[in-house]
């Protein structure tokens, strides 16, 4: 069964301090990682989509990066705006298109 | 309007009612998905669809019945429900079931038994 682990739970952060979040992982044959960004009242919002171990991809103040346990979202220089729940999922070789998230890491960005 | 969109966003109801939650996709996609938000819990896949068709059923209680009248309408009828059923439900699409085609979500709808 693919397991999703997300950590820390909550991250709080000043305005301009760089930090990462985690995501730990086993499935049976990865498809595909995915990060989501989702604000509270709203629904996730896609960030990216990662393949192999060894590939980044970047989004303005954001980085994903990825091995064959885990991916880190690394966050440089955080806005406020940057505050929301960061989701991790995962889907796997198999025929289906099941996606498997984690809990999700709350992080707050203090001005 | 574009991207997904679901009605109503709020919705209180009794144990011995029936509503339906409403999805549609404006993105051209072909496969919609059903899943359930509870609080300090991840997301739960509930129903997928590829071509009006249902491809995926993780168990969910019959008490939860949905319907894919089209590519572009999604909905979750609901009847009988438990105060366990309190949650978000978040309607997703994508084109296809590929890695390389996300599923993009509309905002939900909040849940309330009473």
């Known amino acids: 069964e693919d397991q999703v682990t997300q950590s820390p739970e909550a991250l709080r952060l000043q305005e301009g301090e760089s930090s990462s979040l985690n995501c730990s992982y086993t499935?049976?044959?990865?498809?595909?990682l995915f990060w989501y960004r989702q604000d509270p009242g709203k629904g996730p919002e896609f960030l990216f989509t990662?393949?192999?171990a060894g590939e980044e991809k970047e989004k303005e103040r954001l980085k994903a990066t990825l091995t064959k346990k885990e991916s880190f979202l690394h966050i440089t220089a955080p806005k406020p705006e940057d505050s929301a729940t960061y989701l991790c999922?995962?889907?796997?070789?198999?025929?289906?298109?099941?996606?498997?998230f984690g809990k999700g890491i709350t992080l707050s960005v203090r001005p | 309007e574009t991207g997904v969109t679901q009605t109503p966003r709020h919705l209180v109801m009794g144990m011995t009612n029936k509503k339906s939650l409403k999805c549609e996709q404006h993105?051209?996609?072909?496969?919609m998905y059903w899943y359930k938000q509870s609080a300090k819990k991840p997301l739960e896949l509930m129903f997928v669809?590829?071509?009006?068709?249902?491809?995926e059923n993780n168990s969910v209680p019959s008490r939860f019945s949905p319907e894919c009248p089209n590519s572009s309408h999604l909905f979750l009828h609901l009847h009988t429900l438990q105060p366990e059923d309190s949650a978000l439900y978040l309607c997703?699409?994508?084109?296809?079931?590929?890695?390389?085609?996300?599923?993009?979500f509309g905002d939900g709808t909040r849940l309330s038994i009473l």
């Open positions: 499935v049976s044959g990865l498809r595909g």
């Open positions: 990662l393949y192999s």
């Open positions: 999922a995962v889907q796997n070789t198999g025929a289906n298109s099941k996606l498997t």
């Open positions: 669809y590829n071509f009006k068709e249902q491809t």
């Open positions: 997703a699409s994508s084109q296809g079931s590929g890695p390389n085609q996300p599923q993009h």
């Open positions: 993105l051209g996609h072909n496969a």
